[in-house]
């Protein structure tokens, strides 16, 4: 086992040196010279000569390229350009609101994904279960912007049931009155994706032939749903459900704009309005590896499930 | 496209005659096809100047309500024409004015045309009939989704070709392209690059999304390719001396170029939402298009002032055609694979 973590994280070493190439060559070169932008209108070149000194711009490539993994590898990414907070103190304050929200929705989704794609692909070809798929298929098209702003103009500002926006500073006033909507909303949008997903995941499964034999054998259907069916549909919802919380933390970008909720998406889009390089060097580096790292465990938790499954 | 099949039993029908069979049996997907291709007819109308030219024009009273709700009075008092503000001895400028004035008297345009009150979808905060701009926001939208769709595919074509046919080096190259690519998620990699262009433009949102998203099709492309290249008919080519470029792509490619066809439709759908978000966050359309993300932003103000139209309109629209876009693309899969059922 340790063996095969070991293996795995090296082989990750490849794909991060060219997550952190990509990165350097996309800000280094395609993104033009950030010293103007720095030095504001009324540069002059005394001011820029100093600005580019202190970037490492002035140094040759693969010294700007050792600036950067030096930064990746000692967590220090400097200070942000816009507002001269360091990059890793943003970081580390922004995690906690972010998961705030995205901790109860991806749970929440999950459950609710599961119980109704057992319920739906048990009824499967039926009126029901067409009439929840073309439900489905309209949820998935209407944009989540359309939700975001609807279900906060409606029951946050006409109806008042909840705050428009804002985040307070305890952690269970945050959850129970701010993070409310944004996660109610959330899982409207989720929803429907992740029951179509979770439903083929369980198709997959009711045509086995042990599910057969334990029908033949007299057990209950629901013994057969939420023993049988379920613990062999779990292992690709596993691996679903963990390949996407990296990319979930960015995700959540929308309801955290709209809500005022100070976390990983919204500093996201503040820094790209504000041209903060720094900010989204550091936080693409930093998802990139998370979502390496949380496909190692998805792989894991998958041997976990599933004795069959022998990680070489 | 009904195929001689139908006729010469001698020849069997291709792959593109029965999927086609299959395709019109189905009645939800002719439905779904119908839906898109009369938002496709709208977009050749408003991009050949027919329909919706003029949406830039004025005719109605700021946020003007739809026909069926009935005018406004409050608003409807501003559609007057007002009686000329009396002579201000102080203006410094009413000599330019006059002369002004006179010289659209002249060219027979009036200085105060009677606005209407009403519009049958609306009007927006500039008097912008809502639902021409509809239809040329969708005109944006969809183009975007379109290019930026065949850019992916025919990126995502060409490294899987390269990758699956050649094998080896070339292959373990891509590959760790492919994963570098799927290891950024790929909104952040959309905002990333959003970031690092900074400047704004149709132009550089077909290159976002096309260049972030060739990963989906390449996978499946560098998959057909390994099964395709062992195949008789491709040893065949080899033993008729063909160059590699045209085993790959004159001899496999029309036989892998339905599972680039299907990915286009997927893809389109997703980027014509990614276009909303991103023109919506003022990252994507420059300021002066609009797009369904643009009127989306505006939208968002007005439904406080409670002018729901032009929300309704916009997302009802895409609502619409992503809905008969995805059923159409899955029906799509359906026919040209039938394996995946």
């Known amino acids: 086992m340790t063996a095969y973590i070991l293996r795995r994280l090296w082989q990750m070493l490849p794909t991060m040196a060219g997550v952190v190439v990509l990165v350097f060559v996309l800000f280094n070169w395609v993104g033009g010279d950030p010293t103007y932008l720095l030095a504001g209108k009324m540069a002059d070149a005394r001011a820029i000569a100093n600005i580019r000194a202190q970037l490492g711009l002035d140094a040759p490539w693969y010294v700007q390229l050792g600036i950067f993994v030096k930064q990746i590898v000692t967590f220090d990414f400097g200070n942000a350009w816009s507002t001269g907070e360091p990059v890793s103190h943003i970081i580390a304050t922004r995690l906690g609101p972010s998961l705030t929200v995205l901790v109860p929705l991806t749970v929440l989704e999950t459950t609710i994904g599961i119980a109704l794609a057992l319920a739906v692909a048990f009824v499967r070809g039926s009126l029901t279960d067409r009439l929840v798929m073309v439900a489905c298929t309209v949820g998935m098209s209407i944009s989540i912007l359309v939700y975001i702003i609807v279900f906060q103009y409606g029951l946050a500002y006409r109806l008042g049931l909840f705050p428009v926006q804002g985040w307070g500073e305890h952690f269970t006033e945050n959850l129970l009155r701010y993070a409310t909507l944004p996660i109610l909303i959330g899982l409207a949008v989720s929803v429907a994706p992740t029951l179509r997903l979770f439903r083929s995941f369980v198709l997959d499964e009711v045509g086995q032939d042990y599910v057969r034999t334990a029908r033949a054998k007299g057990l209950p259907e629901r013994r057969i749903v939420w023993v049988h069916v379920l613990r062999n549909a779990a292992i690709p919802i596993i691996t679903y459900v963990m390949a996407n919380l990296p990319a979930l933390l960015i995700g959540a970008f929308l309801l955290e704009r709209f809500f005022g909720i100070p976390g990983i998406g919204r500093e996201v889009i503040l820094a790209v309005e504000r041209s903060d390089f720094p900010v989204i060097k550091a936080i693409t580096v930093y998802v990139a590896a998370a979502t390496m790292v949380f496909n190692l465990l998805a792989d894991l938790m998958y041997q976990a499930v599933d004795p069959r499954v022998q990680l070489a | ?341």
């Open chain 2, 1 to 341: 496209m009904t195929g001689p099949g139908l006729h010469h039993p001698a020849v069997s029908p291709g792959l593109w005659t029965l999927a086609w069979r299959r395709l019109r049996a189905d009645r939800v997907a002719m439905a779904a096809l119908g839906v898109v291709c009369l938002f496709l007819l709208s977009v050749v109308l408003s991009a050949t100047g027919l329909v919706a030219a003029d949406w830039e024009d004025e005719v109605a009273v700021n946020y003007a309500p739809p026909t069926f709700v009935g005018p406004d009075p409050l608003l409807a008092a501003l559609a007057q024409p007002q009686a000329p503000a009396p002579p201000n001895a102080f203006d410094p400028l009413a000599g330019d004015i006059a002369v002004l004035k006179a010289q659209l008297a002249r060219r027979g345009q009036a200085g105060h045309t009677v606005k209407r009150t009403t519009l049958p979808f609306g009007a927006d905060k500039w008097g912008h009939d809502v639902v021409r701009k509809t239809i040329k926001g969708g005109q944006t939208s969809i183009v975007v989704g379109l290019v930026a769709a065949f850019v992916a595919v025919a990126l995502g074509t060409l490294f899987g070709a390269l990758s699956g046919f050649y094998g080896g080096r070339v292959d373990d190259f891509f590959n760790w392209f492919y994963s570098v690519f799927t290891a950024i998620p790929s909104i952040l990699m959309i905002l990333t690059v959003a970031a690092v262009l900074q400047t704004r433009g149709v132009a550089t949102i077909v290159l976002i999304l096309g260049l972030t998203g060739w990963t989906g099709p390449y996978r499946l492309i560098r998959a057909e390719y390994i099964k395709h290249k062992a195949r008789e008919y491709v040893l065949a080519a080899d033993a008729i001396g063909a160059s590699s470029r045209r085993k790959m792509f004159v001899h496999i490619f029309p036989n892998v170029s339905h599972v680039a066809l299907v990915q286009v439709s997927i893809l389109v759908v997703g980027f014509i939402k990614a276009e909303v978000i991103l023109s919506f966050l003022g990252f994507g359309v420059p300021v002066g298009v609009v797009s369904w993300g643009s009127m989306l932003n505006e939208a968002q103000n007005e439904l406080i002032l409670g002018k729901w139209w032009q929300l309704t309109a916009a997302a009802t629209a895409m609502a619409l055609l992503v809905t008969a876009f995805s059923l159409f693309a899955d029906a799509l899969r359906d026919a040209l694979d039938p394996k995946l059922k």
